[in-house]
């Protein structure tokens, strides 16, 4: 249905665009520059249409077909501030327009479309937007984008297991589930894709990254309680190809060291009349496994990544466009040791090999020339096969395969009313059916460990307005969703889950001054009973076994965020600096919590999720410094102190002793510092780094051994020891 809708709608639109408006052989050209040097690659097009074009080598462009009439050109360059021009038009009289673009070092006006799903500039923004763009990723050596979100406030991410590469993030002290990570702004990252995806997304797929921290952007989703990861694949500029080769070793001097080899492949074409382009990129990456102890055990596993992908516009009329993307990912790594034997011939073994397809179809038609208002319609889905050992002991029985699939359509409708305020309207339906079974052996049936889908058919509106040096947003969001477990055999199973939330959604920005900014947010949000998150990873540590269910009184997870934040910008003798000081707080209400129930002679737990008998809360400070010195220096640091707490102790371990009030893997303190020197346009300098601080964390092994015990396995007496004690 939503199909027929769509196509339907684009025929429509289409037609009736292309009948209305009849094209002017008008022709604007011009220069864009900066201190009298022409800048390439500039985007320059006309608002309000489809019409657009990059800059040459020199910095010239020209702009054909432009309708008779009062027209604005707009000129957008990275790390330049935007500048527009008013011009009228007349039919066969073509216009001279040249643009001088002053800089923007600290990316201060960069676009974002993620602070309310609309494009604004970070400026305008109404609630705190951090870019991570390519210069970030080349600085910090970055190969996808979980190695690069670790350099921006609030964020963490955390290896959860040295032998599958189990990573999750966590933003403001919430763990992964609580963050909404989008492809292109749409919601299509399930649960499983967030266990390993953001290891699986390499830069040179990524235009940028755009973080929301807080529940800011409940417009996206009410899940969207810790914050929001928006990433923005590349679009095609201009005519180009690029290929990079790149080969690294870690541990040198180790007896065996691991090697990390890369091939990146880009390239775009764009038609002359630029109605048309694509962009087309691979990656293809293997690292061996390491082991930094000596143990015969990996602290790095192995992997095997190869990525293709494309993405590309068409534009059939003066007012519409299409754009496609397109992208597929195959992903195998492996842990533990004997590496050479099958998984299930080895000590401990933690495997897994992706397949990962997804998709984004959108269409975009601007209905109002003056007002610039804009109909979006839109389809996405991503479907990710899993196939996985999770063993130890050498059990033949921890094989299994997983099958997901995710999809999000939808539409919405900008629509500006005069200069000083705005409405965003629409509807989506999100929808995602997971299937993890667990292989039999030796002739045993396989068995359905999950079998569920998720259903959420939402809608939101948000309005907008501007005063004298304030400005308002007003957004609501109302999710409807449906869980159901598919499978009637299952032990743990569960009844159909509803609900039904409404998350209001607030916003302030005030210019105190030029070079100061205050905002305030709050917004409410939600967490769904579902079984699957990142939970479904199954934990395998000194021959036990984890399993995840939900207890049969499970309600949702209700939030509510505040967050305040002070923005200053200045010039310090010779060097221009940002600086940041946001504060947050977000009370939890029936707090998702985990007891655990020992079974089948202790080789076994299980991992009940049910709601904490009191509340939660996590409440911090973020800090943030930016600052552009002479000689091209650039440096960012960041630093978080939270506090994650349950009102009342809850167990976090397998034994009575295991009860804390608070958060497992959430330290108190964190961040990161990066200091780039451009010394000459071919050589940069980098340095980077990131700490954290203590935290607690589930033991779900033996008893630990002494240092004096381990001592004596190390000079081979181990005959003085138990043989089951682990380190």
Not at 145 to 152: C, H, P, V
Not at 589 to 608: H, K, M, N
């Amino acid at each position: 249905m939503y199909r027929l809708f769509i196509s339907i709608a684009i025929v429509l639109v289409s037609g009736q665009t292309m009948a209305q408006y009849k094209l002017a052989e008008t022709t604007v050209f011009g220069k864009v520059q900066h201190l009298k040097i022409g800048l390439p690659f500039t985007s320059v097009y006309v608002r309000g249409t489809t019409i657009g074009t990059t800059t040459d080598v020199e910095g010239n462009y020209s702009l054909s077909h432009i309708p008779e009439g009062d027209n604005t050109i707009i000129v957008q360059a990275v790390g330049y501030k935007s500048k527009s021009a008013a011009i009228k038009t007349l039919a066969n009289e073509p216009v001279e327009l040249h643009f001088d673009l002053e800089e923007d070092i600290l990316n201060l006006e960069g676009i974002v479309v993620t602070a309310d799903r609309n494009v604004t500039s970070r400026v305008q923004a109404p609630v705190i937007v951090n870019t991570l763009g390519p210069k970030l990723f080349a600085s910090t050596q970055a190969v996808n984008i979980g190695e690069a979100l670790d350099f921006s406030p609030g964020l963490r991410v955390e290896n959860n297991c040295q032998n599958c590469g189990f990573t999750q993030l966590r933003i403001n002290g919430l763990e992964g589930p609580y963050s909404q990570i989008l492809m292109n702004s749409r919601p299509i990252f399930s649960g499983l894709a967030g266990v390993y995806g953001l290891e699986l997304i390499p830069a040179n797929m990524i235009q940028r990254v755009e973080v929301v921290r807080g529940g800011g952007s409940a417009l996206f989703g009410g899940n969207a309680i810790a914050g929001t990861v928006n990433i923005i694949t590349q679009d095609p500029v201009t005519n180009g190809f690029s290929i990079d080769a790149r080969s690294g070793m870690l541990g040198v001097g180790n007896d065996a060291p691991a090697f990390d080899n890369m091939i990146t492949v880009n390239g775009s074409t764009v038609t002359e009349d630029r109605k048309a382009g694509m962009y087309l990129y691979g990656l293809s990456r293997t690292r061996t496994p390491f082991d930094e102890n000596g143990d015969d055990f990996s602290e790095l596993l192995g992997l095997n990544n190869l990525t293709l992908g494309f993405s590309g516009f068409l534009k059939p009329s003066l007012k519409t466009k299409i754009m496609l993307d397109l992208y597929t990912i195959r992903d195998k790594r492996r842990g533990g040791n004997k590496f050479d034997y099958l998984p299930h011939e080895s000590d401990i073994t933690e495997m897994v090999d992706h397949t990962i397809t997804g998709g984004n179809l959108s269409f975009d038609v601007f209905t109002n020339s003056a007002k610039l208002n804009k109909l979006t319609l839109y389809a996405a889905g991503q479907r990710v096969d899993r196939f996985s050992y999770y063993g130890a002991q050498q059990d033949p029985n921890a094989y299994g395969t997983t099958n997901d699939f995710t999809s999000s359509v939808g539409g919405q409708y900008n629509w500006n009313i005069g200069n000083v305020s705005s409405i965003v309207a629409g509807i989506d339906n999100n929808h995602n059916n997971l299937e993890d079974t667990k292989l039999g052996a030796n002739g045993n049936e396989n068995i359905v460990i999950v079998n569920q889908f998720v259903n959420t058919l939402g809608s939101f509106v948000q309005y907008d307005l501007k005063y004298d040096k304030s400005k308002f947003s007003l957004g609501l969001r109302y999710d409807n969703y449906l869980i159901r477990d598919l499978d009637d055999d299952q032990e743990y199973k569960q009844s159909d889950v509803k609900g039904s939330v409404l998350a209001p959604r607030v916003t302030y920005l005030l210019d105190i001054r030029p070079t100061i900014q205050y905002r305030l947010s709050y917004a409410k949000g939600y967490r769904a009973p579902q079984i699957f998150d990142e939970d479904l990873h199954i934990e395998a540590s000194g021959s036990r076994r984890v399993l995840h269910t939900n207890a049969v009184d499970l309600k949702q997870e209700t939030s509510h965020s505040i967050s305040t934040s002070f923005n200053f910008i200045n010039n310090i003798s010779s060097a221009m600096t940002e600086f940041l000081v946001e504060g947050f707080y977000t009370r939890l209400i029936d707090p998702f919590a985990y007891e655990y129930e020992q079974l089948d002679s202790g080789t076994t737990y299980v991992s009940v999720r049910k709601n904490a008998d009191d509340g939660a809360y996590v409440t911090g400070i973020n800090l943030e410094l930016k600052a552009s010195f002479p000689h091209n220096i650039m440096m960012s640091a960041g630093f978080t102190f939270q506090k994650s707490r349950f009102d009342s102790p809850q167990f976090w371990g397998d034994n009575e002793t295991s009860r804390s009030n608070e958060f497992p893997r959430s330290p108190s303190h964190y961040g990161f510092f990066n200091l780039d020197w451009d010394i000459t346009k071919r050589l940069c300098v980098s340095l980077n780094s990131i700490y954290t601080g203590s935290m607690y964390i589930p033991h779900f092994g033996l008893e630990p051994i002494s240092d004096d015990e381990w001592e004596l396995i190390q000079s081979n007496a181990t005959d003085q020891l138990e043989p089951i004690q682990t380190r």
